[in-house]
């Protein structure tokens, strides 16, 4: 039977320590170590990298856009033919041919098939605009006379109207009157609102 070599005493041959003096028996393999455990990934480098790939996302898609948008500016004006002489202006597309004429108010309210107030002035900023088969006009006037007396003058031409009046959020502004009629081929408006002693008003129509 061995014995421990340090206080002599007899001990099992299996005995991994001397039992009378706790010396580790020659032989005798040391206990192993528990593994460490990995460490714990921190949770906010993946919210960052998340954040990351979204703003990266968005930059792109700006990029995307603004070179979509150059790209549709520079086809536009190499393919793109303006006309312009006394009578106004024509410009050509490939999406359409829009077509602006310097016609006077009174011109552009006959060819409306409207007829201007009694006594009323025209205002600078009349239009006709074709683009395609859409026709667009605007005609502005004034008149020394109230609004009222003036949306009566108009109703009476078109007693079918709708008869609108509207006010801003502030009692103090100027109550507008919108007549409106027309079918889905033509719609024309009339806006009528107070100036001073008398009044301004709006003649406009979209045809197909």
């Given amino acids: 039977m061995p014995f421990c070599t340090s206080c002599r005493a007899q001990v099992e041959a299996t005995a991994q320590v001397c039992p009378s003096c706790g010396k580790v028996m020659a032989g005798a393999t040391a206990p192993t170590p528990a593994a460490a455990a990995p460490p714990a990934q921190k949770s906010g480098g993946g919210a960052l990298k998340v954040i990351l790939l979204v703003l990266g996302g968005l930059f792109l898609l700006c ?8 790209g549709v500016g520079f086809y536009l004006a190499k393919n ?6 006394a009578e ?3 410009v050509e597309t490939p999406f359409g041919t829009v077509e602006a004429t ?23 900023g009349a239009a006709s605009v074709t683009m395609g088969s859409m026709h667009s006009a605007t005609a502005m006037f004034e008149s020394d006379d ?51 002693e008398g009044c301004k008003f709006t003649l406009a129509s979209v045809e197909k």
């Fill in 88 to 90: 106004g202006a024509k």
């Fill in 102 to 124: 310097k016609d006077d108010a009174e011109k552009i309210a006959a060819k409306m098939g409207i007829q201007v107030y009694p006594g009323a002035h025209a205002l600078p």
């Fill in 80 to 85: 793109s033919h303006v006309e312009q002489g």
């Fill in 63 to 70: 990029v995307v856009v603004v070179v979509v948008a150059a």
């Fill in 146 to 196: 109230s609004a009222e007396k003036v949306a009566e003058f108009y109703h009476k031409q078109f007693p079918h109207a709708t008869l609108t009046a509207t006010r801003g959020e502030d009692e103090k502004d100027s109550a507008h009157t919108i007549l409106a009629f027309g079918d889905s081929g033509k719609w024309t408006t009339i806006t009528i609102e107070p100036s001073g």
